[in-house]
């Protein structure tokens, strides 16, 4: 069995950080942009798939 990477979890955790926050402001601060709601739904897509090849 090979040991995890240690970089994955905090990929993981910056990813998930990255999409809230790029939501939070969309919804704060940069009304209007439905750009950002995909920007920061992908990230955090990106971290449930990264979440899902942490062993």
Known sequence: MKAPKPWIPVLMVILFLAGMVVIILRNLV????NFL???GLGCILGGLYTATKWR
């Open 30 to 33: 940069f009304t209007g942009n």
């Open 37 to 39: 709601t995909l920007v």
